[in-house]
């Protein structure tokens, strides 16, 4: 080969590479709107849910502990407390069980009522991972659910809002038929509940400003964001792109933290690791919010996974900007 047709060729490479890294970038991470800086200090509203979600997540992390089938008392336990809590929210709570080898297990929902019959859901798995107390994995996620419960209760929305704690998130029961979000979503579909948008709550509580702390699942997607993990996670698959363009919108308008979003094909890993990959099943919208968990966070699926590990001021932080972006959405 020439040296000309060779370079021809080296160029022609270049070319599709750059186009290809393009399109990824438009259609796939490019999110509208603009970050806003962490904030310097929290308010007193942020101070008070500070308090709240620390509350949270000490009961199911520290005094509860690991939460699973081998720990089915304590299971039990993080279910009571999770339907307390949103009685408490003034929101009214009602077990979705089913059987499983002999065992009831409940997926506990609330709803606020709105003017329109299309249901914006939140939830978040309750249950932790074998040997591990969970308390970023997910009793940050189930903190938020109640704290949000609470907050949106008397906030007049066009779109119902519904809360779901769901249990069996975690192995052996990941994507499969026992996992508890995937029976929770397939009898939406069989009663025709008309799921708008599905937002998950995973894994939200630790973040970083040291350089390199931030991984990705791919090496090119370090080339698109930060090398610190100091910012909140939206992710979707790409049938779910419009949903997690307008969440990052309203919450980068809200928000006093960055995020970061991303649309990507769902078999890279990291992407579908939640209960909104149960409602994908049954066509339902749903995206993820997430820390990232496994590419930040260095006590996932440990049993160092410990309440004094997060990070609560920034937790707080991602929360009340949550509050904002659900009662937007629900307009």
């Known amino acids: 080969m020439s040296v000309r047709r060779l370079v021809g060729s080296v160029l022609r490479v270049a070319i599709a590479l750059f186009v290809i890294l393009g399109l990824v970038w438009f259609l796939s991470i490019r999110m509208p709107g603009r970050n806003q800086p962490i904030a310097a200090a929290l308010d007193e509203s942020e ?174 997607l370090g080339f698109f964001y930060p090398t610190k993990g100091n910012f909140i996670g939206f992710a979707t698959n790409t049938g779910s792109r419009e949903l997690l363009r307008t969440t990052v919108s309203a919450f980068r308008k809200a928000g006093r933290i960055p995020c970061e979003g991303a649309a990507l094909p769902a078999s890279i890993p990291g992407i579908g690791w939640s209960d909104h990959w149960a409602f994908w099943q049954c066509g339902y919208p749903a995206i993820m919010v997430t820390d990232t968990a496994p590419f930040r966070y260095p006590h996932y699926h440990e049993a160092t996974d410990t309440p004094d590990k997060l990070d609560y001021d920034r937790f707080a932080l991602v929360v009340s900007g949550l509050e904002k972006t659900i009662a937007e959405l629900a307009k």
């Open 47 to 220: 101070m008070a849910l500070r308090a709240e979600l620390v509350g949270h997540v000490q009961k199911l992390a520290g005094e509860i502990g690991e939460r699973n089938m081998n720990r089915y008392p304590q299971l039990n336990a993080a279910a009571d407390f999770i339907e307390a809590s949103l009685a408490g929210a003034g929101v009214k709570p009602r077990r979705d069980s089913f059987e499983l080898r002999g065992r009831s297990l409940h997926n506990i929902e609330a709803e606020i009522r709105g003017a329109r019959p299309q249901i914006l859901l939140i939830g978040a798995h309750y249950d932790s991972v074998l040997g591990c107390p969970g308390a970023n994995d997910n009793a940050s996620g189930v903190a938020a659910l109640l704290a949000l419960a609470r907050r949106l209760a008397g906030t007049p929305t066009g779109q119902t809002l519904r809360f779901v704690a769901f249990v069996n998130e975690e192995p052996p029961y990941f994507q499969t038929e026992e996992m508890g979000s995937l029976v929770y979503a397939k009898r939406c579909r069989e009663r025709g509940d008309r799921i708008a948008a599905m937002i998950s709550l995973e894994t939200i509580g630790y973040f970083s400003d040291e350089r390199g702390s931030q991984k990705y699942p791919s090496p090119g």
